[in-house]
């Protein structure tokens, strides 16, 4: 079946540090990719569209300078966390469809961020 | 999107048959009904998907009513390993589940808990 990998899946760094994680599928491609923010005992909020060449989009309240998105092939998007601090401390989902028809989305395994 | 409502946990044992109920009033034509299932730090998992009437797989069964402003989740006989946190989305998955940017809008899921 399809699949989606995230890499990192745990990461510990100092305030301030910069941290990419990245998210690709396996065995398709993926002209959209999702990435989203879960807080413990939370349910996962979305944080923003990645589009393949071009832009991603936002959710409100979501700042686009601290949280940096490139989807720079079909298979792969990153999402920089910029000069992080403890309250971007969280758990990080990445997901992405399959194009073909009645197709669900599929998700990564995670990276928990934690930032000291 | 259309907003889905769960029960927020459930409790089992193991052997039984859990069905977990999402009441989605507001269903578009074009939606279809979706659930995952999540474990602590993984990513939502891919469970089974339908439009209308049943579905069926290899664990678990999904039902809609005519009116599809509900669907039941079937699990048979529930083990351990079935703890977890089950979501149930619903949307337009030809557009990645609709919306302005085409997304999964996550609800609080339900928790179930199966006991020995």
């Known amino acids: 079946g399809a699949v989606v990998s995230q890499h990192p899946s745990r990461v510990i760094c100092k305030s301030g540090t910069s941290v990419k994680i990245e998210c690709r599928s396996l065995d398709f491609q993926a002209t959209t990719m999702f990435w989203y923010r879960q807080f413990p005992k939370q349910s996962l909020m979305l944080m923003a569209t990645s589009n393949e060449g071009s832009k991603a989009t936002y959710e409100q309240g979501v700042e686009k300078d601290k949280f940096l998105i490139n989807h720079a092939s079909l298979t792969l998007s990153t999402l920089t966390v910029t000069s992080a601090h403890p309250e971007d401390s969280s758990f990080y989902i990445c997901?992405?469809?399959?194009?073909?028809?009645?197709?669900?989305?599929?998700f990564g395994d995670g990276t928990r961020l934690s930032i000291l | 999107l259309a907003k889905t409502t769960q029960p927020i946990s459930m409790d089992s044992y193991e052997g039984q048959e859990v069905n977990i109920t999402c009441s989605h009033n507001n269903i578009a034509t074009n939606d279809y009904i979706t659930w995952y299932q999540q474990f602590p730090s993984q990513g939502p998992r891919f469970i089974i998907q339908g439009y209308k009437t049943k579905v069926t797989n290899e664990v678990a069964s999904l039902f809609i009513p005519a009116d599809r402003k509900s669907s039941t989740l079937s699990l048979p006989r529930v083990s351990l390993s079935d703890t977890a946190v089950y979501y149930c989305l619903v949307g337009d998955i030809e557009r990645n589940y609709g919306g302005s940017q085409g997304n999964l809008i996550f609800g609080k899921g339900t928790k179930l808990s199966v006991k020995p």
């Open positions: 997901s992405a469809r399959v194009p073909v028809e009645n197709q669900p989305q599929h």
